[in-house]
């Protein structure tokens, strides 16, 4: 028996939910051989047990193949991830985080950087969900290669769509093409509110929420009707966006939801044919901002064609391409993010108590009854 034997019979094994094999993830480590017995180990990065219980199947089965008749396989999984401490009103209980991407220009790349985000922390072993609540322009369809699918409806609830390794719901795969709606405010809040209430998400580890761009009423919603573990600022390295991300980084503060950091998005350019990187917008600039509200830039995403050509394709860079820098660097960001989730959660996560609608003494938040204060219909109280 030799390595290569050995390697070639496990790169047969599939990583569960994905169309990529363990030894080109890189997991096999320490092949051992003795005569036709091997001992490896398996480094994953899924805490789930059926994806250890699988991939010892298959590597079992797949050696016994090529004549190996004595298999140790080792895995090392992660812990589990903590359970979400946080409290406060949560429409949505089987999700565990949420991660809500804002900035507060349009076009910087929210959504390019949401759909990544989600793809690379699925690509962790986390269960993960994203929710399009771009009502105004929903882009996420298109970007995740299912613009043509519709959900399948349960009863009076909305199954999500499943790409990537991930769960997805838009207000584009709930509208016809190119439909467009005109959204009022009470309107805005209630697609929210469903979006979390009425789409069957399942037990998600995390929740990638794409904003529309600005801080406005689907912000407000959002913090009102479940406890945002993280807030993640999507800026280009422009000062007039940069103007526009000290306001999204400062509704944050203002919502109490802990800042997991910013993403500089078009941060120079790598040129496809020599991969030298120039600059453009500028790089770095975000820095004396992120110093300023105590967070960092976690990544710096340069402007590569195969971004672009990956939105438009619905073949996201982390999966189609991911040996480019931008995959590599949204990967990284991704595991920065998750380290911040868990360590909130471990600090006690968060709370949103602070920021539901103010009643008047005795009167609850649904009654309107005219008082000026009050909410009015569909103000994030959740009952109407
Ligand atoms: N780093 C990059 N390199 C190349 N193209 C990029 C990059 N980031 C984003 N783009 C492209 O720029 C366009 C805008 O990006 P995206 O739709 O993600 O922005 P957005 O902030 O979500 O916009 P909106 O505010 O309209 O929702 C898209 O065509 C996208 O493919
Ligand atoms: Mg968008």
Not at 27 to 40: G, M, Y
Not at 177 to 190: N, Y
Not at 285 to 293: D, G, I, L, R, V
Not at 359 to 383: E, I, N
């Amino acid at each position: 028996m030799t390595e290569e034997i050995v390697k070639s019979a496990l790169s047969k094994v599939m990583y569960p939910g994905f169309t990529k094999d363990i030894v080109t993830f890189g997991f096999v480590k320490d092949i051992a051989i003795n005569e036709t017995a091997v001992s490896f180990s398996v480094e994953i990065t899924s805490s789930a047990p059926e994806v250890a219980q699988q991939i010892t199947d298959e590597a079992t089965e797949a050696l016994k193949a090529v004549g190996v008749t004595a298999v140790n396989c080792n895995i090392k999984a992660p812990k589990m991830p903590k359970e979400s401490s946080s409290h406060g009103k949560n429409i949505a209980p089987q999700v565990k985080n949420f991660l809500m991407v804002s900035s507060g220009k349009g076009g910087v790349g929210k959504s390019t950087t949401s759909v990544n985000i989600a793809i690379a922390l699925a690509a962790q072993g986390l269960k993960v969900g994203l929710l399009d609540a771009d009502i105004y322009g929903p882009n996420i369809p298109r970007m995740m290669g299912v613009a043509d699918v519709k959900p399948e409806v349960n009863g009076n609830k909305v199954l999500p769509i499943k790409a990537y390794g991930i769960e997805m719901m838009s207000m584009g795969s709930l509208m016809e093409e190119g439909q467009s709606l005109i959204w009022r405010g009470a309107m805005i809040m209630k697609a929210i509110e469903q979006f979390l209430r009425d789409i069957l998400w399942s037990e998600l580890d995390c929740l990638v929420i794409d904003m529309p761009p600005g801080t406005g009423d689907a912000q407000l919603t959002l913090a009102q009707s479940v406890p945002v573990t993280a807030g993640l600022t999507v800026t280009t390295p422009q000062s007039v966006s940069l103007d526009d991300s000290r306001r999204s980084l400062d509704m944050f503060k203002k919502l109490n939801i802990p800042i997991a950091g910013i993403i500089e998005n078009m941060s120079g350019f790598i040129a496809p044919d020599t991969g030298v990187e120039y600059d453009i917008f500028g790089k770095g600039t975000s820095t004396p901002m992120a110093k300023e509200f105590d967070t960092e830039i976690i990544a710096e995403i340069p402007i590569e064609p195969a971004v672009r050509t990956g939105g438009d394709e619905g073949k996201p860079v982390t999966f189609s391409a991911p040996d480019s820098e931008s995959a590599k660097r949204f990967v990284a960001a991704a595991a920065s993010i998750w380290a911040t989730i868990e360590e909130i959660n471990a600090n006690g996560g968060v709370d949103n108590q602070s920021v539901q609608p103010t009643t008047p003494p005795g009167v609850s938040a649904c009654s309107t009854g005219g008082a000026s204060s009050a909410p009015k219909q569909g103000g994030g109280c959740g009952c109407s």
